[in-house]
């Protein structure tokens, strides 16, 4: 039987914890539209471009963690940020992308998956959010800012259960993928700070 999702999860009175979720820098196959799933294809020049940029943009912002998933393209991402942070770089194997089993390196040709589906006899969304909820619950208990480096299908699955059915995150792409994706947990409880937020300590929620 299927355990229940919640949106909230057991932990001790504690201040509010910061998670800032991002997506890893653009790829070569992000730049051909292929799906990547649980295969990896190297950063692209302008991938590289962004994560040097996007450090300098991230100094400023009081990280006390930095998680990634353990996809090379994620690793890649949170190296290049680590060095200007001055941080170790913890990956997590539930912070993967969704698992597209055989249509992982193919031409995605607009093609669109529905979360009950297995796309290449893959996996589910619902079975990806509740392995990155498992791991967000865990990086919640630790306290402190995080910054989590991951995948679209990690970020749909978590931040579109916390914004609810109703929200137009599900109606498209309204998450950007060159934006933090802030989560805050106090007490126990999971809820959505901001999304888009912008790379800037000035701009961060409170």
Not at 40 to 48: I, K, N, P, Y
Not at 79 to 105: I, N, P, W
Not at 126 to 150: K, N, P
């Amino acid at each position: 039987v299927r355990k229940s999702w919640p949106k909230s999860f057991a932990m001790p009175d504690a201040p509010l914890v910061h998670i800032a979720l991002m997506r890893h820098a653009r790829t070569v196959w992000n730049e051909s539209d292929r799906i990547q799933g649980w295969l990896d294809s190297r950063l692209s020049r302008e991938g590289v471009a962004q994560t040097r940029t996007w450090a300098r943009m991230l100094e400023d912002m009081g990280f006390d963690r930095l998680v990634s998933s353990d996809l090379g393209r994620a690793r890649t991402t949170a190296r290049c940020l680590a060095l200007r942070l001055k941080l170790d770089v913890e990956t997590d194997r539930r912070l993967r992308e969704r698992d597209y089993g055989s249509l992982a390196g193919r031409p995605r040709a607009g093609r669109v998956f529905d979360p009950d589906e297995r796309p290449g006899s893959g996996e589910t969304l619902v079975e990806v959010r509740e392995r990155a909820w498992d791991a967000l619950s865990d990086l919640a208990r630790s306290g402190g800012r995080i910054l989590m480096v991951t995948h679209s299908g990690v970020l749909q699955g978590l931040l579109g259960h916390l914004a609810g059915p109703d929200h137009p995150l599900h109606e498209g792409r309204l998450l950007k993928s060159k934006r933090l994706h802030w989560v805050g947990v106090k007490q126990g409880v999971a809820g959505i700070l901001e999304l888009n937020g912008r790379m800037r300590a000035a701009e961060m929620p409170g």
